[in-house]
């Protein structure tokens, strides 16, 4: 098989040049410290994605702890004052004065800690967040019309108060 000659007029530019690997041009100091610079944020933004959610982890459970107690001595003191036991305020009862002192409680927890009203929900024995929101309601609103609910809850949040030194 003959392979076709290439005449002189045939013969391109680019075939004439040596055959040589390229050399990049050696790149700007600016742009390398770019480089440099956007990798250590690079670095920087991982860590802060890392620590970030850890820490917040650590202030939720400290937090956890003593809005946990506080909830606990609201219940206790919410028990004591109504001279109810604590598994009443707890338990599924719908008696118009467990309930009364349950919702009290509940808006204790509420004023007195930091809690939402799902972590109060959980902690009066997996109480929809709902159910909480309708007993703070109806507290603040009995408050206003009964003294002598705005005098219980006056006395308990001072007990507790006093206690926590708050």
Not at 87 to 104: A, K, P
Request: hydrophobic fraction near 45%.
């Amino acid at each position: 098989m003959d392979l076709p000659l290439k005449t002189d007029l045939e013969i391109t530019a680019e075939e004439l040049m040596p055959r040589s690997p390229r050399v990049a041009e050696p790149e700007p100091p600016a742009l390398i410290e770019l480089r440099a610079i956007h990798m250590e944020l690079k670095k920087i933004d991982h860590a802060m994605n890392v620590l970030i959610p850890r820490v917040r982890a650590a202030a939720k459970a400290l937090t956890d702890d003593v809005a946990d107690v506080r909830m606990r001595d609201i219940l206790a003191q919410t028990a004591n004052h109504f001279r109810i036991t604590e598994l009443s305020i707890m338990s599924q009862r719908r008696d118009r004065e467990v309930v009364r002192v349950r919702q009290i409680a509940m808006y204790l927890c509420k004023v007195l800690t930091p809690r939402s009203f799902a972590d109060i929900g959980l902690f009066f024995r997996d109480r929809d967040h709902s159910t909480v929101m309708h007993a703070i309601d109806s507290v603040e609103a009995l408050k206003t019309t009964d003294s002598m609910v705005a005098n219980a809850i006056a006395a308990i949040s001072a007990k507790i108060k006093d206690n926590h030194n708050v």
